[in-house]
């Protein structure tokens, strides 16, 4: 029996890690995909690339009447339920192929950070997928994006604070408005991943409901330090297959890509006029979040950009006192 027919036979179990770009999503990949009972592929930008797209042809379809003497497309031949499953059988088609790889995985986790602004359509298909948020720093995040823009990410990655602190506000927006259009939903935060990584993988294994004893833990921690991914010393644990797979000699993420990785090198690389322009920007989430204090706000936003703050998010999202960073 093939290794995909096994894998047939096994409800299909899945979670998506989604968060921001630069949040340490990948690490948390890493981390995840070592472990026995999971298997893990690269980005497949399933749900921006593919089925929203489909989606919104849909929702074009069945949209209101336009006065047509008749209307076509294939919602003439399905319902939305059926179509709904149709797409669902086709993201399932995919993944499937990552848990051929690993016969004895039980789950397969998902990794594209952007599908944090799907999460509505990703809700519709997998009602009952594990959604996994990582969220870190704006700041870090943008300092991080502005570093990538000069080197390998510079394709994609913002060049400027301001579209940087943009990118970052629009993603962990848009998957904490949609966290309950999902089945579960976890916060997890890059801070505490850097700081306790055994007490956050702990947290994130149990969710999803997989063997999460300490040695399990300690193991996966250690296999996947931070250090040791920067460094090429940890073998990837992201399982690849597929026509690129194929093509492709070189597997790994780019020179660079591994950053330094602490949680506040932001302080050191980003200038205050940058710093400024992220707390214009942004600063209304980063105080919802805990990540910035009021007094710091203050010395870094001047009169006119605070009464901008206040009057998008409200004075108390912004002066109420902090006590930590709560995550649900």
């Known amino acids: 029996m093939s290794a995909d027919s ?23 990949q890493e981390i995840l995909g070592a472990h026995p009972e999971i298997a893990t592929g690269q980005e497949s930008h399933l749900f921006p690339a593919y089925l929203n797209y489909l989606w919104r042809q849909w929702e074009k379809e069945v949209g209101p009447e336009r006065g047509d003497l008749r209307r076509v497309g294939i919602a003439n031949y399905v319902t939305q339920q059926e179509y709904l499953d149709i797409l669902r059988t086709f ?14 995985a039980t789950m397969v986790v998902e990794k594209t950070p952007r599908h944090c602004q799907y999460m509505e359509l990703l809700g519709r298909c997998f009602p009952e997928a594990k959604v996994i948020h990582v969220i870190r720093d704006g700041r870090a995040v943008a300092a991080s994006m ?15 604070a301001r579209r940087a602190a943009k990118d970052w506000l629009s993603c962990v927006s848009d998957a904490r408005r949609a966290r309950d259009r999902v089945g579960d939903y976890l916060e997890v935060r890059y801070e505490g991943l ?31 330090s931070f250090e040791a991914l920067k460094t090429g010393k940890a073998e990837s ?8 797979a194929a093509r492709a000699a070189k597997t790994g993420e780019p020179v660079g890509f591994y950053n330094k990785g602490t949680a506040d090198s932001w302080r050191q690389s980003l ?3 940058q710093l400024r322009t992220i707390h214009r920007v942004a600063g209304a989430l980063l105080a919802e979040l805990g990540y910035v204090t009021p007094e710091e706000l203050r010395e870094s936003l001047s009169i006119t950009d605070m009464i901008c703050q206040v009057a998008t998010k409200g ?14």
């Open 315 to 328: 004075m108390r999202s912004i002066f109420r006192p902090q006590h930590g960073m709560p995550s649900r």
């Open 91 to 104: 993201a399932e088609s995919i993944l499937l192929k990552i848990a051929s790889l690993k016969p004895m």
């Open 146 to 160: 502005l570093t990538a823009a000069r080197g390998w990410g510079r394709n994609w990655a913002p060049r400027t």
């Open 271 to 273: 200038t205050r006029r």
């Open 194 to 224: 850097h700081d306790d990584a055994v007490a956050q993988v702990t947290r994130v294994l149990e969710f999803l409901g997989v063997q999460a004893s300490p040695e399990t833990v300690q193991t996966l921690v250690e296999r996947a």
């Open 6 to 28: 096994v894998t047939r036979l096994k409800p299909l179990r899945l979670a998506f890690v989604v968060g921001a770009g630069r949040s340490g999503t990948t690490w948390l």
């Open 237 to 244: 644990s992201i399982l690849r297959c597929g026509e690129l």
